[in-house]
């Protein structure tokens, strides 16, 4: 399939991207790795007139630390992220979900940015963000805004943004002592996107007593799904085995998955039980280290 004809222009600034979706109003369209939009384009799921490409605007590709904060750049390739020292020493659950996004194409063409503005119900990125209480810092002719990530997927494929504004960097805030973090996933077969994924961040007193847990399930519903009341559960509890499988199957009991071509509702739950549990367990082990 061929996409539609289109122009292209490559942005020099934030500034000038954003005059030029100012210009193209509903016709213009940012590219940022292009991973989503082309095939979608292909598809004449979307016809944009112009793209607004962002990969050539410098600034906003790379890693930093921030106070206490991981600074990523909107236009950071997978790839980047996945095997970045700073990721993988503060944020392994971050490296985790980025290394198994795709294929290695994917990985060195897609962008944080991208994936968490198409915010596909399928996608890795949002989940584990969701876990690290990451904030989207967004750009428009008026300024910046930050938008909690809890407040950031509002739909399938909808996000808190505005047509008007830019994502430029994400944050996400650095776990303190006794904290680990961990994604775990079950792929499709065919595409690898995600059919059930869990991510948590679980701080733990040296006794092994929970102090905070922050989960979050993919796959199930429109975006992230937060499965807070067993965040709730696990604080003051000691981080048995037995505490850890009894917390996963209640954070899928707090998703409610519906019955597709792929699979019943059962199955769904059953894999988020498991996939909570190795994210779990995991972010546990890391936090005792
Ligand atoms: C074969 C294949 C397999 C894949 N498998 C996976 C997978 O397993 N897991 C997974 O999570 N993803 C997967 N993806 C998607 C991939 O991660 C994409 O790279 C990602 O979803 C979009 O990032 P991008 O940089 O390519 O964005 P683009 O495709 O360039 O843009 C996507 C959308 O976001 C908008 N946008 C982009 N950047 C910005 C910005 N900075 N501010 C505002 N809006 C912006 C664009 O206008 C567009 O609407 C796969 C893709 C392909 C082609």
Sequence with gaps: MFPANFGYVAARSIDEALQLMA????????????HSLIPAMKLRLQSPQ????????PGL???????????????TVHTDVASSDLVRKHLPGLAEAASVIGDVQVRNRG????????????????VILTAL???LVVQSPSGSRAIAVD????????????????????????????????YAKLPHPASGYVVVSAAALITRQSSGTCTSARIAIGGLGSGPIRAIATEMDLQGKPLTLQIIAAAA?????????????????????????????????AAVERAAK
């Design 249 to 281: 199957a209640k954070a899928a009991e707090e998703t409610d998955p519906v019955e597709d071509s792929y699979a019943s509702v059962e199955y769904k739950r059953h894999v988020a039980t498991v996939f909570a549990r190795k994210a779990i367990a």
């Design 23 to 34: 210009k193209h109003g509903e016709e213009g369209k940012l590219l940022a790795g292009g």
């Design 111 to 126: 962008t944080i940015g991208g994936s968490v503005a198409h915010a596909d119900p399928a996608a890795d990125l949002p």
């Design 50 to 57: 112009t793209l607004i490409d962002l990969a050539t605007v």
């Design 61 to 75: 590709r790379g890693v930093s630390v921030d106070g206490n904060n991981l600074v990523i750049g909107a236009l």
């Design 133 to 135: 209480n990451a904030t």
């Design 151 to 182: 407040d950031f997927f509002t739909d399938f494929y909808t996000t808190a943004m505005n047509a008007n504004e830019i994502l430029t960097e994400i944050r996400v805030p650095l776990p303190g002592a006794g904290s680990g973090t961990a």
